[in-house]
């Protein structure tokens, strides 16, 4: 379902902006490189900035149409917007931060404030004064601001871009749970590989002010991974699959993705969940034959579908059932192993390279039972 169409010109100083894109419910991120124009589009769709033609739709709702003259302001648009940073009032305290919204504007109260506040996990500051917080609880106030504006719709401009790594961390998984839990549909401006692929579901590649691809995640991140070539640190793939086992004595559980398995370590797990992994190119190799007495214990029968090569390397592109695996080897290795399009191969990843990115409601087509290995 639709929740948001876009197909507008404009233009941001001498930069122009000539861009149509839908979004349904779930994160659609807004991807591309520093200066494409994503965080000009997305105030667009605010209307903090104004097209010079088109139409937006979110929600049934028409926010600009050049054509009848339509231009809702910012404030009648009902759109929650996150900026890179938290942009607090420091004489208020969280909690009136949190709810300036409500008590300022006067807007109905239709989301519960205290799901909010244990959503974002800000039960402990609500009397904190904003320079007493971290910046990762100074973002999570944002965004709960952001919530709590009641918004059919929230924009999210790299929020996580004035942060340290540790600090990004911190923040992910309140961001994966308001994927999860909040409800409406969320635009994530993001230049970071690694933020994309753990949140998102579909990906809008933004280029020059123009779309030059868009998908489901999974599909627009591989192809990006084969087409950047050998030089990309962050080429890898989106898998996806469900918790079948689960192993609490060594903290492990295992994933299914159609007809193969993977071994995570890590707690939280429950037989049914559905998972979200992004494994990088870098942490797979590959074999003619599976192989024991190894510590790499995922060792996943595949198909070469692709090879690319630049000078020492070689980017292979390995069909995994009806799921896709890039491998950044060595040229040298590429011609040892004979590989060719058609090629059966083992994929070998280590546990530690798998990242988990999503957690969500167990699938009920599986009996939420551990069964231990």
């Known amino acids: 379902m639709t929740v948001l169409d876009v197909d507008i010109k404009g233009l941001a100083g001498s930069f122009e902006i ?15 490189p520093s200066g494409a124009g994503k965080s000009t589009l997305l105030k667009m769709i605010a209307g903090t900035a104004r097209p010079q033609s088109g139409r937006i739709v979110a929600g049934g ?15 009648k648009r009902g759109i929650g917007f996150v900026f890179q940073d938290a942009r607090l009032f420091p004489h208020l305290s969280v909690r009136k931060n949190l709810t300036y919204a409500r008590w300022a504007g006067r ?40 919530l709590l504006a009641d918004p059919a719709l929230l924009l999210m401009d790299e929020p996580l871009s004035s942060l340290d790594k540790a600090r990004r961390n911190e923040i992910l998984p309140y961001l994966e749970a308001i994927r999860t839990e909040a409800g409406i549909p969320i635009l994530y401006v993001s230049h970071e590989t690694s933020e994309v692929a753990r949140l998102a579901d579909t990906v809008v590649l933004i280029e020059n002010g123009r779309v030059s691809d868009s998908g489901p995640a999974a599909t627009i991140l591989a192809r990006l991974g084969l087409s950047a070539g050998t030089a990309s640190e962050d080429a ?34 429950a037989v049914g969940m559905t998972v979200r992994l992004h494994v990088r190119a870098g942490d797979v190799a590959i074999a003619n034959a599976p192989h024991d007495g190894l510590s790499i214990r995922n060792q996943l029968l595949a198909t070469v579908e692709e090879i690319r090569r630049d000078g020492a390397f070689a980017m292979v592109a390995l069909a995994l059932g009806g799921q896709r695996l890039l491998a950044r080897i060595t040229a040298k290795s590429s ?25 969500e409601r167990p699938d009920p087509r599986f009996t939420p039972a551990s069964s231990p290995r």
């Open 236 to 269: 890898g793939v989106i898998l996806e699959g469900h918790v079948t086992e689960t192993d609490p004595a060594y903290h492990t559980a295992i994933i299914t993705l159609d007809e193969d398995r993977i071994e995570l370590t890590g707690d939280g797990f």
């Open 335 to 359: 011609d040892d192993l004979a590989l060719r399009p058609g090629t059966r191969v083992y994929a070998l990843l280590k546990a530690v390279s798998v990242e988990m990115a999503r957690l």
């Open 107 to 146: 807007r109905p109260v239709s989301r519960a404030f205290d799901e909010v506040v244990a959503l974002l996990g800000l039960e402990t500051r609500l009397d904190a004064a904003p320079a007493t917080l971290s910046g990762g609880e100074r973002q999570r106030v944002a965004i709960g601001r952001a």
């Open 18 to 32: 000539e861009t149509a894109f839908q979004a349904g419910a779930g994160v659609t991120a807004l991807f591309g």
């Open 61 to 75: 709702r028409t926010l600009f149409d050049s054509a009848t003259g339509t231009n809702l302001p910012p404030e």
